[in-house]
T-cell receptor
Framework: EPEVTQTPSHQVTQMGQEVILRCVPI?????FYWYRQILGQKVEFLVS????????KSEIFDDQFSVERPDGSNFTLKIRSTKLEDSAMYFC???????????????FGDGTRLSIL | EDQVTQSPEALRLQEGESSSLNCSYT??????LFWYRQDPGKGPEFLFT???AGEEKEKERLKATLTKKESFLHITAPKPEDSATYLC????????????FGAGTRLAVHP
């Protein structure tokens, strides 16, 4: 069964450094997403991406964050100048383009645990 | 403010003891309600999508139902392998494709 894959599974970074989280979405999916889950808290939406541009972003997704689809298979989240509060599990998800236009289920990877020291 | 609330926070069942998990929502213009299962250290695993009140979906021991204000995930004769956190998430008009998640229900099924 096709799945979303994320690398690395765990990333430890010094505060102030830049980090890039990588995702390979399911191959025929056209919508891509990043979510994060701080330990013990809800899963929170960060950004959605379609047709090579951001379609929606949350208040969390400020200038510190950026996303990119550098080729036909990868989808990345870059966090510049990381802060202690960026420590969380970051999930990538993807979904198909449904006949109705959207609202197809999002399929998630197993996440990257980001630890900022 | 749009809200998704799940109850109970945690549920302990004996193997074979059926029960229900609740997800209530206050979003305006529900477009879809999604149930996911999350195991420790893993990402959410998709279970069901419900689009309109009255809709029901079933998969093995799980059955999801939807009304205009809430959804239930019914677990019939659960087994220890059903132990996980069950997450509810909604999409709504004006929210484009983003999912708003509830905090989840941690289910433990004991033999």
């Amino acid at each position: 069964e096709p799945e979303v894959t994320q690398t690395p599974s765990h990333q430890v970074t010094q505060m102030g450094q830049e980090v890039i989280l990588r995702c390979v979405p399911i191959s025929n999916h056209l919508y891509f997403y990043w979510y994060r889950q701080i330990l013990g808290q809800k899963v929170e939406f960060l950004v959605s991406f379609y047709n090579n541009e951001i379609s929606e972003k949350s208040e969390i997704f400020d200038d510190q964050f950026s996303v990119e689809r550098p080729d036909g298979s990868n989808f990345t989240l870059k966090i510049r100048s990381t802060k202690l509060e960026d420590s969380a599990m970051y999930f990538c998800a993807s979904s198909e383009f449904g006949a109705s236009g959207s609202y197809q289920p999002q399929h998630f990877g197993d996440g990257t645990r980001l630890s900022i020291l | 403010e749009d809200q998704v609330t799940q109850s109970p926070e945690a549920l302990r069942l004996q193997e074979g003891e059926s029960s229900s998990l609740n997800c209530s929502y206050t979003v305006s213009g529900l477009r879809g309600l999604f149930w996911y299962r999350q195991d420790p250290g893993k990402g959410p695993e998709f279970l069901f999508t419900l689009y309109s009140a009255g809709e029901e979906k079933e998969k093995e021991r799980l059955k999801a139902t939807l009304t205009k204000k809430e959804s239930f995930l019914h677990i019939t004769a659960p087994k220890p392998e059903d132990s996980a956190t069950y997450l509810c998430a909604v999409q709504f008009s004006g929210g484009y494709n983003k999912l708003i998640f509830g905090a989840g229900t941690r289910l433990a099924v004991h033999p």
